[in-house]
């Protein structure tokens, strides 16, 4: 158990389809992170929340729609994705002080078809 | 640009045998570097981390790895792999002035053969 919880573990989705992947995290961290993990691809950083502020989009698309509501809860919205966008998502939390350890969920695996 | 660098994508050991798993990363001062372990279907799990001081770290699981200033390096080391240490390796780094955001090689597979 690592303290951060992402749902669901596993989503399959068409690319009409608009769904959300949520993380939650009991860690009493102010920073959230989304990475996502393609294969034989390093992980990809696609947003961070520091004090549930956005401070960094990484190029990522606009299909992708970040939201993080409190320090707790940040989530990711999905609409109109592309089968490319098929990965494991993994959502990561951690005190926003350079070199801290960052705690992660154990991701959700999209696929989309 | 900043960079980290695992040359080995699949490394096979022999169970009890020893370990080692390289990092290089590209930056032209010291980073914070990590040592994450993932297991199949698993998220990232912390193995050790060095900011300053003692080069020779220690984490969890009986792994170690050392920070070499002249040649960028931060590999990990195991002196006797057990069949649950198969797993992926990433090497990550966090670059001061970049937060805490981390940029992560392409990992390492690690198999263990009995």
Same mark, same amino acid.
């Given at each position: 158990?690592?303290?951060?919880?992402?749902?669901?573990?596993?989503?399959?989705?068409?690319?009409?389809?608009?769904?959300?992947?949520? =993380?939650?995290?009991?860690?009493?961290?102010?920073?959230?992170?989304?990475?996502?993990?393609?294969?034989?691809?390093?992980?990809?950083?696609?947003?961070?929340?520091?004090?549930?502020?956005?401070?960094?989009?990484? *190029?990522?698309?606009?299909?992708?729609?970040? $939201? =993080?509501?409190?320090?707790?809860?940040?989530?990711?919205?999905?609409?109109?994705?592309?089968?490319?966008?098929?990965?494991?998502?993994?959502?990561? *939390?951690?005190?926003?002080?350079?070199? #801290?350890?960052?705690?992660?969920?154990?991701?959700?695996?999209?696929?989309?078809? | 640009?900043?960079?980290?660098?695992?040359?080995?994508?699949?490394? #096979?050991?022999? $169970?009890?045998?020893?370990?080692?798993?390289? =990092?290089?990363?590209?930056?032209?001062?010291?980073?914070?570097?990590?040592?994450?372990?993932?297991?199949?279907?698993?998220?990232?799990?912390?193995?050790?981390?060095?900011? *300053?001081?003692?080069?020779?770290?220690?984490?969890?699981?009986?792994?170690?790895?050392?920070?070499?200033?002249?040649?960028?390096?931060?590999?990990?080391?195991?002196?006797?792999?057990?069949?649950?240490?198969?797993?992926?390796?990433? =090497?990550?780094?966090?670059?001061?002035?970049?937060?805490?955001?981390?940029?992560?090689? #392409?990992?390492?597979?690690?198999?263990?053969?009995?």
């Amino acid at each position: 158990e690592t303290g951060v919880t992402q749902t669901p573990r596993h989503l399959v989705m068409g690319m009409t389809n608009k769904k959300s992947l949520k =993380c939650e995290q009991h860690l009493g961290h102010n920073a959230m992170y989304w990475y996502k993990q393609s294969a034989k691809k390093p992980l990809e950083l696609m947003f961070v929340y520091s004090l549930e502020e956005r401070v960094e989009n990484n *190029s990522v698309p606009s299909r992708f729609s970040p $939201e =993080c509501p409190n320090s707790s809860h940040l989530f990711l919205h999905l609409h109109t994705l592309q089968p490319e966008d098929s990965a494991l998502y993994l959502c990561a *939390s951690s005190q926003d002080r350079l070199g #801290t350890e960052a705690f992660f969920g154990q991701g959700t695996r999209l696929t989309v078809v | 640009a900043q960079s980290v660098t695992q040359p080995d994508i699949h490394i #096979t050991v022999s $169970e009890g045998a020893s370990l080692e798993l390289r =990092c290089n990363y590209s930056y032209g001062a010291t980073p914070y570097l990590f040592w994450y372990v993932q297991s199949p279907g698993q998220g990232l799990q912390l193995l050790l981390k060095y900011f *300053s001081g003692d080069t020779l770290v220690q984490g969890i699981k009986g792994f170690e790895a050392e920070f070499k200033r002249s040649q960028s390096s931060f590999n990990l080391r195991k002196p006797s792999v057990h069949w649950s240490d198969a797993a992926e390796y990433f =090497c990550a780094v966090a670059f001061p002035g970049g937060g805490n955001k981390l940029t992560f090689g #392409t990992g390492t597979q690690l198999k263990v053969e009995l």
